[in-house]
């Protein structure tokens, strides 16, 4: 397994990018997102790597991140999810996005990835949200939604889930409505002051 790859980048197309190593171009194939973040061609890169091995030869496919490559193998262990539409996910989706959205059980948010229809998502939801809820699943990630699905499920958490089912009601889609309680609420608020301050929080992201 190669773990990672570091050297000059010696360009990007619009797929992958050449790494120079040790004066080898390694060919990595990158979603768009990643690819855009890469420096100019000459300055050293560094990405995090998973070897694919088929019928049809190998690719290495590149990631700015760990937490990625994690997430990466965690979405092409659901059946029928391959490496297109795993990079899809985490090119549309920050790691700490795509839990979020899998332990909320939103379907409709994760379709928003190119290529993920509902019947994939929902597959993706199933197959993850018992994974992602382990801690070493999202080791070193910080979604506000890891400690904060913990408060969910307590009695300390009840005004926040009591402000999540009010803001689900008027509308809000679940994964955009967890994100924003748990970012701006803490144990002293009422569910009142949470969906007042979830709703000026929603309205500026819609």
């Known amino acids: ?52 091995l088929s019928e049809n030869g190998q690719a290495l496919h590149g990631f700015l991140t760990k937490e990625e490559v994690r997430l990466f193998m965690l979405l092409i262990g659901v059946s029928g999810i391959g490496p297109k539409v795993a990079t899809a996910v985490l090119g549309t989706f920050a790691p700490e996005q795509v839990i979020l959205t899998v332990m909320a059980q939103d ?59 009010a803001l689900l009601a008027l509308g809000y889609g679940r994964a955009e409505t967890m994100q924003a309680v748990l970012e701006i609420a803490d144990d002293s608020h009422t569910a009142e002051a949470i969906i007042k301050l979830a709703l000026k929080k929603l309205s500026r992201l819609n």
């Open 107 to 165: 379907a409709a948010a994760l379709s928003k990835a190119p290529g993920v229809g509902k019947k994939t998502a929902e597959r993706i939801i199933l197959e993850l949200r018992d994974k992602v809820k382990s801690e070493d699943a999202w080791a070193g990630i910080d979604p506000s939604g890891a400690a904060g699905m913990a408060a969910l499920n307590t009695a300390a958490g009840g005004a926040k889930q009591d402000a999540m089912e």
């Open 1 to 52: 397994m190669i773990a990672y790859v570091r050297g000059p980048l010696a360009y990007v197309s619009d797929t992958h990018a050449v790494v120079d190593v040790c004066g080898l171009g390694l060919q990595v194939q990158a979603a768009p997102t990643t690819l855009a973040r890469l420096p100019a061609a000459g300055n050293e890169v560094q990405l995090f790597t998973y070897l694919q």
